[in-house]
């Protein structure tokens, strides 16, 4: 079992910055790929970013490249997203996720553990 979870959501201006945290303990994640996505009200839960359990690939969806960047400490066990420029339509619950049971990153089914989630609201 590993257990996931975020922190460092709030409220931020359109333009702003925020860095999202995911500390995994438990069967620690040190050795899995990590995963982020986020579910804004009344939509599916959708892809943001993932990074490879080396950290040297990582992969990002179109509507948050170039400005969300995913890192990871292997020694504190914890995964980051950077995210800078934010959108009004970055508003949404931040999940990370952990151990890709499948290939296909971007589909929520292919990971197996999940963070409680954390709030992220972008005023215009």
């Known amino acids: 079992q590993v257990q996931l979870e975020e922190s460092g959501g709030g409220l931020v201006q359109a333009g702003g910055s925020l860095r999202l945290s995911c500390a995994a303990s438990?069967?620690?994640?040190?050795?899995?790929?990590m995963g982020w996505f986020r579910q804004a009200p009344g939509k599916e839960r959708e892809f943001v970013g993932y990074?490879?359990?080396?950290?040297?690939?990582?992969y990002y969806a179109d509507s948050v490249k170039g400005r969300f960047t995913i890192s990871r400490d292997y020694a504190k066990n914890t995964v980051y997203l950077q995210m800078n420029s934010l959108k009004f339509e970055d508003t949404a619950v931040y999940y990370c996720?952990?151990?890709?049971?499948?290939?296909?990153?971007?589909?929520?089914?292919?990971?197996?553990?999940w963070g409680q989630g954390t709030q992220v609201t972008v005023s215009s």
């Open positions: 996720a952990s151990e890709l049971r499948f290939s296909r990153v971007v589909d929520s089914s292919s990971w197996t553990y």
């Open positions: 438990g069967r620690t994640g040190s050795s899995y790929a």
């Open positions: 990074i490879s359990w080396s950290g040297g690939n990582t």
